[in-house]
């Protein structure tokens, strides 16, 4: 088929680059959220949204998981602290926890609880291919990263904050969520809207000259 192509006036690619920017660096992690209800619709919108990634052979290895019941949150977060107490209580070597000193975090979980909405998105090792044939997936991985930087800008954009939160080891989310064991979780967002009292940690992002070299 046809790629249907929008090309834009440099003047306009230059202020929607900035203003691209602009929005994109307001996002930062929310450790505090409000319990306020967000709309199912923007949360669709942005999965579907992440589900245009590129990814490997598009095999779309990815599966996300909503999830909104109180029952199902209380059961993430018990099992989240338990292997949270074990990661800050000498259960990873000290360089790790001293890398996310600065952030002040502890294995207290009450986000997990109190935002309206989690999604545990998962990596698959096989999907069916457009012919219904069932596929190895390859760069798995880094298809799902790429899908997951656009559900988390997505999302932001939208007007909702998130956090990527990773507990240590995560296969309980396979249980609790009744996911395939071929199915490898790989982060958890939690997503709603930051406690009006919410604070951040105060970092810095590399300039363009750290991260970027000309050839
Ligand atoms: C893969 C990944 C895993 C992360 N895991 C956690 C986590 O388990 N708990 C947490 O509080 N923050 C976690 N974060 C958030 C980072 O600490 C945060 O993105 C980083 O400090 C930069 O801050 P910013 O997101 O506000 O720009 C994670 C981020 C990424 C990308």
């Keep these: 088929m046809k790629l249907n192509f929008q090309t834009k006036p440099e003047v306009q690619m230059r202020s929607t680059a900035i203003d691209f920017y602009e929005q ?6 929310v450790r505090k959220f409000k ?15 992440a589900g245009t990634a590129p990814n490997g052979a598009n095999l779309q290895p990815w599966h996300f998981c ?17 292997h949270e107490h074990k990661f800050y209580n000498g259960g990873v070597p000290k360089e790790w926890t001293d890398t996310i000193k600065h952030l002040n975090t502890n294995e207290s979980k009450p986000f997990l609880e109190e935002a309206p909405a989690l999604i545990a998105i998962f990596q698959k090792a096989t999907t069916k291919d457009h012919e219904g044939i069932e596929r190895k997936c390859y760069y798995a991985k880094e298809s799902v990263g790429i899908a997951t930087g656009i559900l988390i800008t997505a999302l932001h954009q939208s007007g909702l ?27 958890l967002l939690i997503v709603g809207y930051p406690t009006d009292d919410c604070e951040v940690p105060d970092i810095v992002k590399h300039g363009i000259e750290s991260i970027r070299t000309y050839h």
Excluded at 66 to 78: D, G, Q, T, Y
Aim: aromatic residues 4%.
């Design 66 to 82: 909503v999830i909104k019941s109180p029952e199902v949150k209380s059961k993430l977060r018990a099992a989240a602290e338990l």
């Design 161 to 187: 904050a998130t956090l990527t939160h990773t507990p240590s080891p995560m296969n309980f989310l396979n249980k609790v969520l009744d996911r395939p064991s071929s199915e490898k979780p790989f982060l």
């Design 24 to 29: 994109v660096k307001t996002r930062r992690s």
């Design 35 to 49: 319990s306020d209800p967000v709309p199912d619709e923007i949360i669709e919108n942005c999965l579907l949204a």
